[in-house]
């Protein structure tokens, strides 16, 4: 290992070719990132208003409305009054037109994609509450959709006929927090952002961050398994979640909410919870082993010319960045020429380049992940490996970089429709679908620059250490031809290189009939069995899922 | 941050303290503590042969043979050799006496604890022949018990009376390994140290590690979720394990062998086995995610005059360690004495103090590593938490610190019959459940010097960075006087703690009854309905787990 003082004359030569204009990027697209996925239904960011969303059972005519479940009449709703407390408990009821705005934003999902005909929201505020309400739905068959913050992309958590909706943001409360361990107890519907608010006050942060903080809530966290930013650092929820308490449909409390990390007294039931949906019970509290915060944090930003050269940097930093590298995050040119034209700031790299990839660092000693850092900058740019790059000083130059990364979804939402596709792919071929899906689309015409055209442009980023690609085919307007183009297409050839088909958005409304592509019969068989095992009348989040 | 050459006076000072005795250790007594748990029956270790060890039939007359099992036939076994093939296939069948001592290392555990009545050992090549034995013992009332390396503490993988044991020992082979993705994919009857070896040649480490690795499985591992000593650095295997291939009674294949880090489509059914222990189907491989091999590893060793200071050394080197903490191990001056009596070794601390702690580092820069445990040996010293210590300089002397920790469980063994209590409590009191114990011991009049005294001594010890605790009553003898005083109230000491009465050896035979002092009636009554879902006959390893 060279010294410190050895490598200085190299890491000055790295700093002249790596310009540090990221100062110049302002921080703004990354707020507005977050602020696109309040469930409250007030973004607007170029798109139609609620009332102008299709219904789902328009937009799938072919899922009817199951005639097992019961409509809701005011007898129902008077129970739950009486259960709940009129007012904040019963948002909106059968027997109330006057704010009827008030449940669209429960009825429709944040990218105005779905939209249920719902006419009762429910708000618990306690697991006795929950408990009852399941009891009661299920012992009358009221379909139910739970609902945390209302900011997936698969239309799992609104309904699509009249289910009724068990919003949980009123259970926000932090239950118990050991300051030592680690270990955090908190209802389901505290938001993630404010749990790791709570967090960074005391040292700590939860092992989870992604885009929709501000709004999604951890128990829809821990329900549809997210996966986020810094997976590669912190694990799954499946390793870090150490409890759940979950109501199952007949009303019975799971109550699992172990505190300590080892526990080996029987079958591990709560991870069934975890990436269930809210198909087999509601998660109403959970318990997770959180880590110290990390005292130091480095963003570095490159240009790359080939994704094998994207392949060769994240080999690189695993190996010189190793346990503090956190986020290696991938982009591809036409993703960031995007973000570059909806916010108008100036890109962080004088040039343009094929690819960028963004590396981030989180270790507990300033000096010593700068270090590293550098030996891992020096080694790819004198091997060639990266064209250009650029590294944050500060804090908001962090940030500044990261909305180059965060702001693509907001940025291909603001020029259409998008076609999305979150999945798995073995590293060394995740861009060839990129690739071969912009082939196709040109093939079929329907890429090109003028309006006549339905897609604007195919892009790809994605979490590169999870092997997670982000497919986006980008349009003026939904267009069923495009979608023919591109289903099942995409998912076949993900299915022949053994990928999955939902790396961590979920199976939802979106993917359902398509779980067949990563999943083997047995194993779909399988599921059907649990599910039938906790929720034999099929009351929870119906018509979805599996 | 104190610069490196600020440091160095104080770093002086500190070394001058700590006498690097460590060289002086003999590396024997961790390769006895491994040898030990070979599932040969070869290991004699001043205890009885095989043949003396009395069933658990006869331990545990409260449990009778289920009458609704088949006894095995020569019907049967000629049906195994004509699938398996004769010989090795089949290692002795009812119709062959002449090979009789061949059977008992599958029929004993290591402990000499738990003996069982098989008469035939089935040792299938693939897993189609696991799933043809499963379907055709669930056809023909033939209960099996899966048998990995046969190294657990619970008596979970070996037979109580007739059942067929399961052996996965020549289902040994690595299937695939991706070495950018660091993604193994092996049969499950690989052993652990075998793979281990196979990482280390291509730069990674499997993501746990304990003193059996010689001769457990990871299948094994994986049925028991195993811990080990790098949790708090690896996490667990419901994080790490990304795929499973297992077989249920009925023959159905769990073909969820992902390779990805990432997979949200539908339950995720593969955590079911992971520490399910043979109930619900036998596991036949695994994929997982294996981290890069540290390229730095440090050990320190120290003296301590409290429980308290070894939380107060906890809590700092998770600050001052943070991302390099690999382990941190605690044991009394009980525990160490005895591993000195037993190896006759010279302590690593010229003083003796009423505890010891082992931390481990593990990290990829061996100058960076070095400068923050002697940051945090400095802290520690200086406040006074530690009163002495030593620190290995070279692997030699890292493996003798070690084997203080790890020949514990041998030198343990060695005096005579032990009550070992695997249990999570909350760090502040997990030793007092030690301390506890002992007096109530003593007050019962068992604990002395002498022969007529059946208990020896009360020893606690640890991995402290998982709240888990070793409790290991040690004794002349098995005493029925002993086992009263400790039990329940063990279980309930840890009960009114909300601690778990398996931490991590799960619950076999010996736990089966006490799951209630962790479990509530609901969760039990959801476990139940597992086992029953999975496998309605109940032949897989039957009389354990609930």
Same mark, same amino acid.
């Given at each position: 290992?060279?010294?410190?003082?050895?490598?200085?004359?190299?890491?000055?030569?790295?700093?002249?070719? %790596?310009?540090?204009?990221?100062?110049?990027?302002?921080?703004?697209?990354?707020?507005?990132?977050?602020?696109?996925?309040?469930?409250?239904?007030?973004?607007?960011?170029?798109?139609?208003?609620?009332?102008?969303?299709?219904?789902?059972?328009? =937009?799938?005519?072919?899922?009817?409305?199951?005639?097992?479940?019961?409509?809701?009449?005011?007898?129902?709703?008077?129970?739950?009054?009486?259960?709940?407390?009129?007012?904040?408990?019963?948002?909106?009821?059968?027997?109330?037109?006057?704010?009827?705005?008030?449940?669209?934003?429960?009825?429709?999902?944040? %990218?105005?994609?779905?939209?249920?005909?719902?006419?009762?929201?429910?708000?618990?505020?306690?697991?006795?509450?929950?408990?009852?309400?399941?009891?009661?739905?299920?012992? =009358?068959?009221?379909?139910?959709?739970?609902?945390?913050?209302?900011?997936?992309?698969?239309?799992?958590?609104?309904?699509?006929?009249?289910?009724?909706?068990?919003?949980?943001?009123?259970?926000?409360?932090?239950?118990?927090?050991?300051?030592?361990?680690?270990?955090?107890?908190?209802?389901?519907?505290?938001?993630?952002?404010?749990?790791?608010?709570?967090?960074?006050?005391?040292?700590?942060?939860?092992?989870?961050?992604?885009?929709?903080?501000?709004?999604?809530?951890?128990?829809?966290?821990?329900?549809?398994?997210?996966?986020?930013?810094?997976?590669?650092?912190?694990?799954?929820?499946?390793?870090?979640?150490?409890?759940?308490?979950?109501?199952?449909?007949?009303?019975?409390?799971?109550?699992?909410?172990?505190?300590?990390?080892?526990?080996?007294?029987?079958?591990?039931?709560?991870?069934?919870?975890?990436?269930?949906?809210?198909?087999?019970?509601?998660?109403?509290?959970?318990?997770?082993?959180?880590?110290?915060?990390?005292?130091?944090?480095?963003?570095?930003?490159?240009?790359?010319?080939?994704?094998?050269?994207?392949?060769?940097?994240?080999?690189?930093?695993?190996?010189?960045?190793?346990?503090?590298?956190?986020?290696?995050? %991938?982009?591809?040119?036409?993703?960031?020429?995007?973000?570059?034209?909806?916010?108008?700031?100036?890109?962080?790299?004088?040039?343009?380049?094929?690819?960028?990839?963004?590396?981030?660092?989180?270790?507990?000693?300033?000096?010593?992940?700068?270090?590293?850092?550098?030996?891992?900058?020096?080694?790819?740019?004198?091997?060639?490996?990266?064209?250009?790059?650029?590294?944050?000083?500060?804090?908001?130059?962090?940030?500044?970089?990261?909305?180059?990364?965060?702001?693509?979804?907001?940025?291909?939402?603001?020029?259409?429709?998008?076609?999305?596709?979150?999945?798995?792919?073995?590293?060394?071929?995740?861009?060839?679908?990129?690739?071969?899906?912009?082939?196709?689309?040109?093939?079929?015409?329907?890429?090109?620059?003028?309006?006549?055209?339905?897609?604007?442009?195919?892009?790809?980023?994605?979490?590169?250490?999870?092997?997670?690609?982000?497919? =986006?085919?980008?349009?003026?307007?939904?267009?069923?031809?495009?979608?023919?183009?591109?289903?099942?297409?995409?998912?076949?050839?993900?299915?022949?290189?053994?990928?999955?088909?939902?790396?961590?958005?979920?199976?939802?409304?979106?993917?359902?009939?398509?779980?067949?592509?990563?999943?083997?019969?047995?194993?779909?068989?399988?599921?059907?069995?649990?599910?039938?095992?906790?929720?034999?009348?099929?009351?929870?989040?119906?018509?979805?899922?599996?």
């Amino acid at each position: 290992m060279a010294s410190r003082s050895a490598l200085m004359p190299v890491l000055r030569c790295v700093r002249r070719r %790596m310009p540090a204009l990221s100062a110049r990027i302002s921080v703004q697209s990354a707020s507005v990132a977050r602020r696109s996925f309040s469930s409250t239904g007030s973004t607007s960011f170029g798109r139609s208003s609620v009332c102008s969303v299709q219904y789902t059972s328009e =937009n799938y005519p072919e899922i009817q409305r199951d005639p097992r479940f019961s409509k809701v009449t005011e007898e129902h709703v008077q129970f739950f009054q009486d259960l709940l407390g009129s007012g904040s408990a019963v948002l909106e009821s059968v027997t109330n037109d006057a704010g009827a705005d008030d449940i669209e934003p429960c009825n429709t999902d944040w %990218m105005k994609k779905y939209r249920g005909h719902c006419k009762l929201v429910l708000k618990p505020g306690s697991t006795e509450q929950v408990s009852k309400i399941l009891k009661y739905c299920n012992d =009358n068959m009221l379909a139910v959709v739970p609902q945390g913050g209302n900011t997936g992309l698969v239309g799992g958590s609104v309904p699509v006929f009249d289910e009724i909706v068990l919003n949980m943001s009123r259970m926000n409360q932090v239950r118990d927090f050991d300051e030592v361990s680690g270990v955090l107890v908190a209802d389901a519907g505290v938001i993630l952002e404010a749990a790791d608010h709570y967090l960074a006050e005391r040292g700590y942060i939860f092992p989870l961050d992604l885009g929709a903080k501000g709004s999604c809530h951890i128990g829809g966290n821990v329900a549809c398994n997210a996966g986020g930013l810094r997976l590669l650092r912190y694990g799954s929820l499946h390793g870090n979640v150490l409890g759940i308490e979950a109501v199952l449909p007949d009303g019975t409390i799971v109550d699992d909410l172990f505190k300590l990390r080892k526990n080996n007294t029987g079958y591990d039931l709560k991870q069934l919870f975890i990436g269930s949906e809210g198909t087999i019970g509601v998660i109403t509290g959970i318990s997770i082993q959180c880590p110290q915060r990390p005292k130091a944090q480095n963003v570095a930003f490159f240009g790359l010319e080939s994704f094998e050269q994207c392949q060769q940097a994240f080999r690189n930093a695993k190996s010189h960045l190793s346990e503090i590298l956190s986020a290696f995050e %991938m982009m591809d040119n036409s993703a960031h020429t995007l973000v570059q034209r909806v916010t108008g700031n100036k890109r962080p790299l004088e040039s343009e380049y094929p690819f960028y990839c963004l590396v981030e660092t989180s270790g507990s000693n300033s000096d010593h992940d700068s270090e590293k850092l550098q030996a891992f900058l020096e080694d790819v740019m004198e091997q060639g490996i990266v064209a250009d790059g650029t590294l944050a000083e500060n804090e908001t130059q962090i940030n500044s970089l990261w909305a180059w990364r965060e702001g693509i979804a907001e940025a291909l939402g603001h020029l259409g429709g998008v076609y999305k596709y979150d999945v798995s792919i073995p590293l060394k071929e995740m861009y060839q679908l990129v690739e071969d899906t912009r082939i196709r689309i040109k093939e079929a015409g329907l890429l090109g620059d003028s309006e006549e055209f339905p897609v604007i442009d195919v892009v790809g980023y994605g979490h590169m250490g999870d092997s997670n690609l982000h497919l =986006n085919v980008s349009t003026r307007h939904f267009d069923k031809r495009v979608e023919k183009v591109l289903e099942p297409f995409v998912y076949q050839w993900i299915a022949e290189r053994q990928g999955s088909i939902s790396a961590e958005h979920g199976l939802g409304i979106a993917k359902k009939k398509y779980i067949g592509y990563t999943r083997s019969d047995n194993m779909i068989g399988l599921m059907k069995q649990i599910k039938k095992l906790y929720d034999p009348n099929g009351i929870m989040n119906p018509y979805k899922y599996i």
